[in-house]
């Protein structure tokens, strides 16, 4: 099983936050983009990659071959997964991907979403998995950038 | 912990600070000062020398200014002599947000001579063409 040293959900994916600050503390040298839309998009899956610095390998690929991946052999990588929605998160889990931490980066607000705490916003259903997840012992906790407070999002669902 | 002086035309050096901490998260031991139209010249050459000696350790100063051969640039390239007897200083001209950032990350681990390369490094080699990355 490689080694998963930050799960995040960020909306923007791969951006100023995680190339830098989470980078820099987690000392990932891979970047795992799981995202079933942006894996068929090889436009913007090229974005995604010159967007980290060239000391990180970026793959960008959908849950199934994201679980697959992951799955393998631990050949000393470190690698930060990031996702847009929990429930991609929930599909890893489910599919046996050891993960027992999710750090919730960026929800922003749209339709359907309501504020859970600061600028994160939660649908009813993306409510509805991270409590699923915590069901499952994933830590889920709410830290924008390393120096920030982390907080416990159980007690906001 | 290395101080971090910023030192520009106007408010760039506020901004760019604040701008870096959206990303990194607040910081302390910098400082920034910015010449504004109709400042006095010496009163801000001496506002410069007092931000640095406040943020002066063993561990040294790093100062970014904006331009090179601007008047922050200036009042620092003349006093060096002066500061250099007393203050372990390194400086950069050409700020820029990454370097910022670089500086504010690495200078816990690294010495006041290494901080400075790497953001000279860092610096140069985030000015790219996107569109021949790209395509």
């Known amino acids: 099983m490689k080694n998963i040293v930050l799960t995040r959900v960020d909306d923007r994916l791969i951006h100023g936050q995680v190339i830098t600050a989470w980078s820099k503390i987690t000392s990932a040298n891979r970047i795992l983009v799981v995202d079933d839309e942006v894996a068929s998009d090889p436009f913007m899956a090229k974005v995604l990659k010159i967007a980290a610095p060239s000391t990180v390998k970026v793959d960008v690929h959908g849950i199934e071959e994201a679980v697959n991946l992951l799955k393998k052999e631990d050949e000393g990588d470190k690698v930060m997964v990031l996702v847009k929605y929990p429930d991609t998160v929930l599909s890893l889990v489910d599919n046996g991907v050891p993960i027992k931490e999710l750090n919730v980066g960026g929800m922003g607000a749209k339709p359907g979403r309501k504020s859970l705490y600061k600028n994160i916003s939660v649908s009813e259903d993306e409510k509805l998995v991270f409590k699923k997840l915590i069901e499952h012992n994933v830590n889920v906790s709410i830290q924008i950038v390393p120096d920030a407070k982390k907080i416990e999002i159980q007690k906001y669902l | ?135």
């Open chain 2, 1 to 135: 912990m290395i101080g971090i002086l910023v030192v520009t035309h106007g408010d760039f050096s506020k901004e760019i600070v604040k701008s870096a901490e959206l990303i990194v998260g607040p910081q302390d031991n910098y400082k920034v000062l910015g010449l504004k139209h109709g400042d006095n010249i010496e009163k801000f050459e001496s506002n410069v020398l007092d931000q640095i000696e406040s943020l002066s350790s063993k561990e040294g100063v790093l100062v970014f200014v904006d331009l090179y051969g601007g008047s922050p640039f200036n009042t620092i390239a003349k006093n060096l002599n002066k500061l250099n007897d007393s203050i372990n200083l390194e400086c950069i001209s050409g700020v820029n947000l990454p370097i910022v950032l670089e500086a504010f990350l690495n200078r816990d681990e690294l010495n006041l001579s290494d901080l400075k390369n790497h953001c000279l490094k860092i610096g140069k080699e985030s000015i790219r063409d996107i569109k021949q990355d790209l395509y």
